[in-house]
């Protein structure tokens, strides 16, 4: 892995921790659903007027298609509108460090229901991660966390990497940034039609609010996106995805700067081991793939 590589797959994991910090601060001013269903709608026309701009088309593959479908309910609708929704009452550096055992989920799923091979490194990394977890979640519970949200953001999780495992090769076939422009409008459409179901729409124009909205479209919505696309040509997927070992850290660091939420001992003790699990985990499939 050459130092771009390492350049663009730390700007990546920066910027999608960060979404979880500016996601807390829009929904202090506006109803949650409503305003991400209005996110994924500008991100996914951008994308599409950037998608035509490099002569991309969406005359998709089937699978393509199913990919669209999927990932849009899934990761856009399912994954951050519950986030998003959870984070009324959640602080962001909970929703950041429950998101980031999504690798986590997927390598476990892979290894006891599709025969993955998972040598004993990953195992050891998959305790430690869930280890780390419920330490982090122990000491916040003791606290007097909302459990509601909590599930909220497990349920996330749990949706993102279901899609994962269910697409897996299913992007392939070029026109990827059409892909992921048709899956925002998706995820929009989904949410626009949940928002009269669960929430009273309010918005209270403030600064705070416009700049956090306009930060989570550009940044982590499109920005990162793209930086994740060329990593992935670069290095591939599975060397790509061990810089999700530092969501954690980047979510809990990003939300205690810039929301001053406070950070204790077992938690940081937590994001260790749970940062050291993911890394585990994936460095050992990442030897897997290499073997023929």
């Known amino acids: 892995m050459d130092l771009r590589a390492i350049a663009m797959g ?4 920066f910027m999608w921790s960060s979404a979880f910090t500016s996601a807390r601060i829009i929904v202090a001013d506006a109803s ?17 007027i950037i998608a035509r701009a490099m002569g991309q088309s969406w005359n998709l593959t089937r ?16 994954y ?3 986030n998003f929704y959870a984070m009324q009452t959640v602080e962001a550096s909970v929703a950041a460090i429950i998101a980031s055992t999504m690798p986590l989920l997927v390598a476990l799923a892979s290894w006891l229901l599709f025969g993955e091979r998972l040598p004993a490194l990953g195992v050891s990394g998959l305790l430690a991660g869930f ?21 909220l953001c497990g349920l ?18 070029g026109n990827f940034m059409m892909v992921v422009g048709l899956q925002m409008l998706v995820g929009s459409a989904v949410l626009f039609l949940a928002t009269p179901i669960f929430e009273t729409v309010h918005v209270t124009p403030t600064l705070p609010l416009a700049l956090a909205f306009a930060y989570t479209t550009l940044v982590p919505g499109l920005t990162a996106t793209f930086v994740w696309v060329l990593l992935l040509n670069r290095i591939g997927a599975i060397r790509a995805a061990t810089f999700h070992f530092l969501n954690p850290v ?16 077992l938690d940081a003790i937590g994001v260790a081991i749970t940062t050291a699990g993911i890394l585990a985990v994936q460095l050992s ?8």
């Open 10 to 13: 730390l700007a990546f994991a």
């Open 32 to 48: 949650p659903l409503f305003s991400l269903a209005c996110r994924f709608l500008i991100s996914g026309l951008l994308g599409v």
């Open 63 to 78: 699978n393509q298609w199913k990919a669209t479908i999927v990932f849009g309910i899934c990761q856009n609708a399912l």
């Open 80 to 82: 951050l509108g519950l």
């Open 131 to 151: 280890l780390g977890v419920a330490l982090i979640m122990g000491a916040r519970i003791g606290a007097g966390v909302d459990l509601f949200g909590v599930l």
């Open 156 to 173: 996330g999780a749990l949706a993102l990497a279901t899609a994962t495992l269910a697409l897996r090769g299913a992007t392939s076939g």
């Open 250 to 265: 980047f979510g809990v660091a990003i939300a205690a700067a810039l929301l001053g939420e406070r950070l204790g001992a």
């Open 285 to 292: 499939r990442q030897a897997s793939a290499r073997k023929p």
